[in-house]
């Protein structure tokens, strides 16, 4: 039986959640040196890479002729688009706007999952939040485009690539991933997407010249493969094998809090009034629907 959340459980996943909030702006901060499409690519594949190795070393079978390759595969293509439409979008608009979008990916996964999944119907209560997350992307959209930087295309793009996490969520709920362990399943997210982006990089003329990169950019990609796609996934695993899943998932709504912050903070983005509403309501919404209902028993 898993334990609820403890001091200790709540301190690591505050930094979790920074970490996570601070790699649209780790990966802004560099796009001029290298482009968000390489980052991403190459740093899913080295992550991946590791990945697999600790898989071995567990001996855990990461690929397998079974009922989870074709699922995989498909999972790993969502996932690839969700960072794909990252990789796009944060040539558009702002990293605060960018993780503020991608993170309706929940709103997106509660919807599917109430028509596809038994169990996973709506309450009253989180359809009021669904309604309430709309009207702030709604907000967002048509007065929160402030005159330096973020665009309404590069947000739609963000918000496209919430629903390619969120389609992500289903697939893995409504498969055989379900019942596979979760570094396999991660281990396809991760390799598919390095390989997709990777591919897609070349026709369109995307180089990584690392003779040519200053030490910022050597950080942040160190930050991004090493601290974000390796060290903070493999806590949050050890964390979802110890504590209840529900309450984690909760605390992960302050990752696109963190994310606004950084970007204000350390990329000096401006934002307008029109998005802070609209993205409070979008963070409000996302809590009253990932808040688990008392009902409900406590996952295993």
């Known amino acids: 039986?898993?334990?609820?959340?403890?001091?200790?459980?709540?301190?690591?996943?505050?930094?979790l959640c920074l970490v996570w909030g601070l790699q649209q702006t780790a990966i802004k901060a560099i796009a001029e040196q290298v482009d968000p499409l390489l980052q991403i690519g190459w740093r899913s594949l080295l992550a991946a890479g590791l990945l697999y190795g600790l898989a071995r070393w567990r001996g855990i079978r990461c690929?397998?002729?079974?009922?989870?390759?074709?699922?995989?595969?498909?999972?790993?293509?969502?996932?690839?688009?969700?960072?794909l439409c990252m990789a796009v979008g944060l040539n558009y608009t702002s990293a605060a706007h960018m993780v503020v979008f991608i993170y309706t990916a929940p709103l997106f996964a509660a919807c599917g999952l109430h028509w596809l999944v038994p169990g996973e119907r709506l309450s009253l209560r989180q359809w009021l939040g669904v309604v309430l997350a709309g009207i702030g992307v709604v907000c967002a959209f048509l007065i929160g485009q402030p005159s330096g930087g973020a665009s309404w295309q590069g947000d739609l793009i963000g918000l496209v690539g919430g629903a390619c996490w969120g389609a992500t969520t289903v697939l893995i709920r409504r498969s055989a991933l379900a019942e596979a362990p979760p570094l396999r399943t991660l281990f396809y997210q991760l390799g598919v997407t390095g390989v997709v982006l990777l591919v897609l990089a070349l026709p369109l003329g995307k180089r990584l010249n690392l003779a040519g990169l200053d030490s910022l950019a050597w950080s942040s990609l160190a930050f991004q493969v090493f601290i974000v796609a390796g060290i903070s996934l493999l806590g949050w695993f050890v964390l979802l094998s110890r504590y209840r899943a529900a309450p984690l998932g909760v605390l992960t709504l302050l990752t696109p809090l963190f994310g606004v912050l950084m970007g204000v903070w350390l990329l000096g983005e401006t934002l307008g009034a029109g998005f802070l509403v609209g993205a409070a309501l979008v963070l409000c919404g996302l809590l009253i629907v990932s808040y688990p209902s008392r009902s409900r028993t406590a996952p295993r």
Do not use: W
Request: net charge negative.
């Open 63 to 83: 690929l397998g002729r079974d009922q989870t390759l074709v699922p995989g595969l498909l999972a790993g293509s969502l996932f690839a688009m969700e960072f």
């Open 1 to 15: 039986m898993r334990k609820e959340l403890d001091l200790s459980a709540v301190l690591v996943m505050l930094v």
